[in-house]
């Protein structure tokens, strides 16, 4: 296979995959979901390991930062190793949203296989406690996460990389659509 054919079927899964109906009418549900979040006051707290715990920290940022909606991330790594130590790795996101969580919040769960065990037992806790979740995953139609969540981005694929780029732009475009803009200035100074 010559790199060329390689990146042109690369580049297709983006194509396909990145935008359809169900896509756009998720982004739509989260914008809401989240101008409810900040409306009442509450937050979104998001989750994820590897890149997407990264993806999980960008959202919650820009969030809180361009959106106004009070998003917090626990990938802190004293709260990581003081809750896997004291409560298992598989259960460390779930005690985190116990200890963290409030009526009213929304959790954000981003996992390519939909199976990370510390990122399913989360979505078990916040069904527990009666939260929205709202899921990220790729790979099988019917994982274990996507299964538990009130929004569902799903990205049909096995590549890594393109579900979690995808995640990513599904994400920040939630942002953006509640901006209600692509562009903005992100510094604000007040004297």
């Not at 739509?28 to 509450?42: K, P, Y």
């Not at 990205?155 to 939630?174: G, K, M, Q, R």
Request: charged share 20%; aromatic share 10%; with cysteine.
């Amino acid at each position: 296979m010559t790199e060329d054919k390689f990146l042109d079927g690369y580049f297709e899964q983006y194509r396909s995959l990145l935008i359809s109906d169900q896509i756009k009418s998720d982004i739509r549900a989260f914008a809401d979901l989240a101008r409810s979040v900040r409306e009442r006051g509450s937050k979104m707290m998001f989750a994820g390991n590897g890149a997407s715990a990264s993806i999980s920290e960008h959202g919650a940022v820009d969030f809180t930062k361009q959106a106004r909606v009070r998003g917090v991330t626990f990938h802190d790594p004293n709260l990581i190793t003081c809750f896997a130590n004291d409560f298992g790795y598989d259960h460390w996101v779930a005690k985190a949203i116990e200890h963290y969580g409030d009526a009213d919040d929304v959790v954000v769960l981003i996992s390519t296989s939909g199976q990370s065990p510390s990122v399913v037992n989360a979505a078990h806790a916040a069904r527990k406690m009666g939260l929205t979740v709202v899921t990220f995953t790729g790979r099988s139609a019917d994982n274990p996460l996507r299964l538990m969540g009130d929004i569902n981005f799903w990205a049909p694929s096995d590549a890594y990389n393109v579900c979690e780029n995808l995640h990513s732009i599904w994400l920040t475009a939630t942002v953006d659509l509640v901006i209600g803009k692509s562009e903005y200035e992100t510094r604000a100074y007040s004297l």
